[in-house]
T-cell receptor, first 114, second 110 residues
Framework: DGGITQSPKYLFRKEGQNVTLSCEQN?????MYWYRQDPGQGLRLIYY???????QKGDIAEGYSVSREKKESFPLTVTSAQKNPTAFYLC?????????????FGSGTRLTVV | AQSVAQPEDQVNVAEGNPLTVKCTYS??????LFWYVQYPNRGLQFLLK??????LVKGSYGFEAEFNKSQTSFHLKKPSALVSDSALYFC????????FGAGTRLTVKP
């Protein structure tokens, strides 16, 4: 079945540590997105990529980094510069940048700072 | 700038009663509007979308939504709620990227 796979499901980070969240899709979608979800705040866009080897900052990119070396993969690194990383992270993809396309979401990664 | 607002944090209904989850939008140009549902510790699932045409859009699991241009609203509705409909619902507007409301938690009680 086609879809988006996020791993791990749960992740624990120590203070000052970088961690990388994986996102892989087999939908042949061009565009991929990372969102952060906090209670009562909905989803906030971190980064997005509309094509391989190109990506754009979203609303809350500080303390995060991404890469898009392959069409299928869009990993997110949460760096030590992100002071409040505890949240639920969602990866999504769409066929392209046209607004009539909906997004397909992964099941999310819950990151906790310990 | 584009945005959506969901004025209710929580909606409670009894099983079998109709439900409405409200959404208003602000966008320049044509609105491309979506509803998604999220179950605990899961990603968002697509319910329905409005692109153009008929103002009443039918979607998954018996849900429908009514687009009202004059009121800039896109309320989600279902004629008869089920306990299994209890979840977090997000309205979204898509222009260059998808913008989500803060979400409305729907609780359907037996």
């Amino acid at each position: 079945d086609g879809g988006i796979t996020q791993s791990p499901k749960y992740l624990f980070r120590k203070e000052g540590q970088n961690v990388t969240l994986s996102c892989e899709q087999n939908l042949n979608h061009d565009a991929m997105y990372w969102y952060r979800q906090d209670p009562g705040q909905g989803l906030r866009l971190i980064y997005y990529s509309q094509i391989v080897n190109d990506f754009q900052k979203g609303d809350i990119a500080e303390g995060y980094s991404v890469s898009r070396e392959k069409k299928e993969s869009f990993p997110l690194t949460v760096t030590s510069a992100q002071k409040n990383p505890t949240a639920f992270y969602l990866c999504a993809s769409s066929p392209g940048q046209y607004p009539n396309y909906g997004y397909t979401f992964g099941s999310g990664t819950r990151l906790t700072v310990v | 700038a584009q945005s959506v607002a969901q004025p209710e944090d929580q909606v409670n209904v009894a099983e079998g009663n109709p439900l409405t989850v409200k959404c208003t939008y602000s966008v320049s140009g044509n609105p491309y509007l979506f509803w998604y549902v999220q179950y605990p510790n899961r990603g968002l699932q697509f319910l329905l979308k409005y692109i153009t045409g008929d103002n009443l859009v039918k979607g998954s699991y018996g849900f429908e939504a009514e687009f009202n241009k004059s009121q800039t609203s896109f309320h989600l509705k279902k004629p008869s709620a089920l306990v299994s409909d209890s979840a977090l619902y997000f309205c979204a507007v898509n222009n260059n990227d998808m913008r989500f409301g803060a979400g409305t938690r729907l609780t359907v009680k037996p």
